[in-house]
């Protein structure tokens, strides 16, 4: 199975831009506005980059037993439609901590929250970490806060946690350092995400003892040795 990072259309690498320009997207030929493209001026919007995987990963989350999030993520993301980067993966954090935190004997409806985090995530865009200097990974954990809680913009102590949700995934992130890596900072926010839970709702999901990267080959910005997913190949 390849994951490769980079155009969907012709595999070339993608370049950023200083300022925002207008795109036409290769598949379903609409027009909007983006700091990034392939180098031969191909553009895939983030809906119909995201569309595919977001279907799989809605899929398994409703039919998941697994009470460890991260070995939820691990098997989406070997799923041919779960790109190497992408804003699928702002849907798919917030929807393996719901199912695993359902799982985990956590009180929430399962299929109405999977619906919310698809709608939230959904409007969170690609590029972001960047941009907005702000994951989306991190993001994700305080929208699945915010949904597992019913938080709304009047509420008084779930607001406050729903943001030092996002603050403690954003913090872990942000300390490993650029360039930016969907895997890398997905693991990162579920763990970030599953020890905030324990903490503040008491509900205790499973964590693996070590999380192990196997997408770096896919990657061509990966950190390697610096990278605590990262292991040397033998």
């Known amino acids: 199975m390849e994951n490769k990072s980079g155009c969907l259309v012709c595999g070339k690498p993608l370049e950023y831009y200083d300022t925002e320009r207008e795109m036409t997207c290769s598949i379903c030929g609409g027009r909007f506005p983006s700091a990034a493209g392939c180098v031969d001026g191909h553009y895939i919007c983030d809906r119909c980059h995201a569309r595919r995987g977001v279907e799989t990963i809605m ?111 954003l913090q872990e992130i942000g300390a490993l350092g650029g360039p930016r890596c969907c895997k890398r900072n997905s693991f990162t926010a579920i763990r970030a995400g599953a020890a905030f839970v324990k903490e503040h709702l008491g509900v205790e999901m499973e964590l693996p003892e070590e999380i192990v990267c196997h997408y770096y080959g896919n990657n061509r910005q990966c950190i390697r040795e610096k990278c605590p997913y990262y292991r040397k190949p033998e």
């Open 59 to 169: 899929s398994y989350c409703r039919k998941s037993d697994s009470k460890n999030p991260i070995a939820m993520v691990q098997e989406m993301m070997d799923d041919p439609f779960i790109y190497m980067h992408g804003n699928e993966h702002h849907i798919m954090v917030g929807a393996a901590l719901i199912a695993a935190y359902h799982n985990a004997g956590g009180e929430v409806d399962l299929e109405a929250a999977l619906k919310e985090m698809e709608a939230r995530g959904g409007k969170y865009p690609g590029g972001s970490c960047g941009f907005w200097g702000c994951c989306g990974a991190a993001v994700s954990v305080g929208m699945f806060w915010s949904i597992v809680t019913g938080t709304t913009p009047l509420s008084g102590k779930t607001w406050g946690l729903a943001n030092q949700a996002t603050a403690a995934a």
